[in-house]
């Protein structure tokens, strides 16, 4: 069974930094893409960024690049976004997804695991 478990979100001033940790286990995810999501109440859940574990591809929301840094550590099955030059509207809860790729996959796809949300509040 995959388990993703988030940390790191808090409260920060605009301009400020946080970064999100996503502790994976339950699997080999050679053959997995992560993703960072995040929703604000009454929206839709929005694509923020991806990783492809094996190539450590990235892809972002371009409302984040620039501004943010998603990575992984392979001997840590961890996945990190560096969010920096923080603004009040990345104000949301942040979840932490898995996918087992496939040809047909793309960063802000379907994604088959998710974590419990952290959530991230920036002051203006």
């Known amino acids: 069974q995959v388990q993703l478990v988030e940390s790191g979100g808090g409260l920060v001033q605009a301009g400020g930094s946080l970064r999100l940790s996503c502790a994976a286990s339950?699997?080999?995810?050679?053959?997995?893409?992560m993703g960072w999501f995040r929703r604000t109440p009454g929206k839709e859940r929005d694509f923020v960024a991806a990783i492809t574990w094996s190539r450590g591809s990235t892809y972002y929301a371009d409302s984040v690049k620039g501004r943010f840094t998603i990575s992984r550590d392979n001997a840590k099955n961890t996945v990190y976004l560096q969010m920096n030059s923080l603004k009040p509207e990345d104000t949301a809860v942040y979840y932490c997804a898995a996918v087992s790729m496939s040809s047909n996959w793309y960063p802000g796809g379907f994604y088959d695991y998710w974590g419990q949300g952290t959530q991230v509040t920036v002051s203006s």
């Open positions: 339950g699997r080999t995810f050679s053959r997995y893409a």
